[in-house]
């Protein structure tokens, strides 16, 4: 009896009327029964074979082969005829699978564009994987499609356990293993991201163009841009020389030494005047023998006293120099203020 996925078996009852033993033909002869129900036993024995992972396939190298237990089964590819087996290797990626020496074809997985090739370690050794035959695939040639399905692993054992898988929402691929933060999935390449550790993580690389900067929050669109040329280390206030402008309102000392002035006195006198006559009369003269005129005209005469020249002796004192001066920090000198290392690191 032919294979189960052969035209000869119908799904409407009555056709299955072909010859014994290939069928059940109407009016058929005792003797025809028992090998054909004897057949339609094996058919339905391989088939179930074929989709119960039953097979470990051999070979290596990305190259997969499945050998039925009774060779002379299958004879064709057949649109839609699934396997499943045990695979013996990890899948090294783009794969091929060879059923029953009919020519190896190769194994894609769905993705959100379309069928691609299956990847190293899709396929991990021991598992038991699915694939439907699609003679479309590998441009015509025909090919298999792996049923990816969700992987056997780990669950978490605490709140802060890693082991969660993590699958594409669009096809169920398993995008992940256990052990590998969600945050690394479903981002595009190039995606830039900070990490609080020395090194990227797996699947990203580390962009150093920015170093010892400091973090700018902006609500516009120059997010990932940079500006400025000072560094965070090395910071140092410079001299600088005030002009007058800049001078504070200040007080100035003054200094009054005293003085004082001489005076210099040579002496004077008055003198009468009598007629044509002029007498003078100095201090201490006798005036007993005037006689004749009750008022005598004075002359005059100047006093000769004289005011010495005396410096003040007032001094002001010096207010600034014009000096350069610094200015320090009130820490130990070296500005660093509290802050946490990071790395930028983009998606591969």
């Not at 294979?3 to 072909?18: C, K, L, P, R």
């Not at 002009?243 to 309102?249: F, I």
């Not at 005396?310 to 200015?327: E, F, Y």
Request: with cysteine; charged share 10%; aromatic share 8%.
């Amino acid at each position: 009896m032919a294979e189960i996925s052969a035209s000869s078996w119908s799904e409407t009852d009555a056709s299955n009327n072909a010859a014994p033993p290939a069928a059940w033909a109407t009016g058929m002869m005792p003797n025809n029964v028992e090998p054909t129900a004897r057949a339609m036993m094996g058919a339905i024995k391989r088939f179930w074979d074929r989709i119960n992972g039953v097979v470990t396939t051999t070979g290596s190298a990305g190259a997969y082969v499945y050998t039925p237990a009774n060779t002379s089964y299958p004879t064709a590819y057949v649109q839609g005829e699934t396997y499943v087996a045990k695979a013996n290797f990890t899948s090294a990626g783009g794969d091929t699978l060879n059923v029953n020496g009919l020519g190896a074809k190769p194994l894609y997985k769905a993705s959100a564009g379309g069928p691609i090739a299956v990847e190293a370690g899709d396929i991990q050794s021991g598992q038991i994987f699915s694939c439907c035959y699609d003679a479309a695939l590998n441009s015509g040639g025909g090919g298999f499609q792996v049923d990816m399905g969700l992987p056997s692993i780990a669950g978490p054992t605490s709140s802060t356990d890693g082991n969660i898988p993590v699958f594409n929402g669009t096809t169920g691929d398993k995008l992940k293993d256990s052990g590998v933060s969600p945050s690394t999935v479903g981002l595009p390449s190039g995606t830039k991201m900070l990490f609080m550790q020395a090194s990227a993580p797996t699947g990203w690389t580390q962009v150093t163009a920015v170093n010892d900067a400091m973090l700018r929050i902006v609500s516009g669109g120059t997010g990932g841009s940079t500006g400025g040329s000072w560094t965070l280390s090395g910071v140092s206030l410079g001299a600088t020389a005030l002009s007058q402008s800049q001078l504070p309102n200040v007080s100035f000392p003054v200094t009054d030494g005293g003085h004082s002035h001489g005076t210099t006195d040579p002496g004077h006198y008055h003198y009468l005047q009598f007629g044509s006559d002029n007498q003078n009369f100095t201090a201490g003269s006798s005036q007993s023998g005037i006689q004749g005129a009750p008022n005598f005209p004075t002359g005059s005469a100047t006093t000769g006293i004289s005011i010495n020249s005396a410096t003040t002796g007032i001094t002001v004192s010096s207010g600034g120099s014009g000096a350069t001066h610094t200015h320090t920090w009130s820490n130990d000198g070296t500005w660093r203020p509290a802050y946490q290392d990071a790395i930028v690191a983009s998606k591969n």
